[in-house]
């Protein structure tokens, strides 16, 4: 059984390497350290480590002036808080100017859990995408979470970076893994039919693929880690290589992966796409792994989804 970590241990693994290679690392938080998990920075790197309270507004205003003072923050926060509370501050003071600044969001979608509706944010993606200039990362595994750290801390932007809260199986080697900024990869190779998915998805895509060469249906799984940009070239080919396509994410279908793709080939290369996410409603408390069965964030809607692709492109 592959090892089970929450992407935002990999945030936290990041943040130490940083603190040790670069001094100019700050990390602020509002009042989640425990949970964020940058209270294993703060442990380590106290005089590099700012509490802001619950004032998650008043934080992003901070992060500014401490970039505009030459350091590179990190803010951090629940997605719902950073994304949503903050948007804009974000917008104004981080986005407008350009400022060096990484909005670390944690707990984001529906497998917060019993937190419930109030703290599933399934609508941060769209909310950054809209962004100017804003860079949009979410990993799929702690290793990819990890990497994408360390390179967000090298590029001069704002970039927001979304982890959370479940442990999720281990998809890459931290030996051999390396973060390609704005680019996607191949994972497996198909014919028949795309799974283009992003976080946590990204594995249920793997297990889909899998069950569907028992159907005799050749799926090719693509990992989005950058949402923005957006790697085009990779979606393209893939709509020109297999015809129809299946996004998966756990993020509202309205304005996140699943968009993203669309507005794409609506334009270069159109072609059908099934789109699997949270249908425009909101969630509810509850296990993790059950609420994303129940709002079909799994291997079992991919693989349904896939299916009907490939049967409408054949008849």
């Not at 990041?14 to 294993?40: I, M, P, R």
């Not at 899998?210 to 799926?219: H, M, P, T, V």
């Not at 509202?252 to 059908?272: D, F, H, Q, R």
């Amino acid at each position: 059984m592959a090892t089970e970590k929450a992407t935002r241990m990999g945030y936290a693994e990041g943040l130490l390497v940083l603190g040790e290679k670069n001094d100019n690392v700050v990390v602020l938080d509002a009042d989640l350290a425990g949970a964020t998990y940058t209270g294993k920075f703060k442990a380590k790197f106290p005089e590099r480590f700012f509490d802001c309270g619950i004032a998650e507004q008043n934080m992003i205003g901070i992060a500014a002036g401490l970039s505009l003072s030459g350091f590179t923050v990190f803010a951090s926060s629940f997605a719902m808080f950073a994304a949503g509370r903050a948007f804009e501050q974000i917008r104004n003071s981080i986005g407008y100017p350009h400022l060096n600044v990484k909005i670390a969001a944690t707990h984001a979608g529906i497998s917060v859990g019993e937190d419930g509706a109030s703290h599933q944010c399934n609508e941060d993606i769209a909310l950054m995408r809209t962004i100017p200039g804003m860079t949009v990362i979410n990993p799929a595994d702690a290793v990819e979470a990890r990497a994408a750290v360390l390179a967000a801390a090298d590029y001069d932007g704002p970039v927001y970076l979304r982890f959370g809260r479940l442990a999720v199986p281990q998809i890459f080697s931290k030996s051999t893994y390396k973060f390609q900024w704005g680019k996607g990869s191949v994972l497996t190779e198909g014919s028949d039919v795309a799974i283009v998915a992003t976080g946590l998805m990204v594995n249920e895509a793997l297990i889909a693929a899998e069950e569907l060469k028992n159907d005799g249906i050749s799926a090719r799984v693509i990992n989005i880690p950058t949402i923005k940009p957006l790697d085009e070239d990779i979606i393209v080919d893939a709509a020109k290589d297999c015809g129809c396509i299946v996004t998966a994410e756990e993020h509202n279908i309205i304005g996140g992966l699943g968009g993203a793709v669309c507005e794409t080939l609506s334009t270069k290369y159109p072609t059908p796409v099934y789109r699997i996410g949270v249908e425009d409603v909101f969630g509810r408390s509850g296990p993790a792994k059950d609420l994303l069965h129940i709002y079909g964030l799994d291997a079992a809607h991919i693989i349904s989804a896939a299916k009907t692709a490939v049967s409408k492109k054949e008849s």
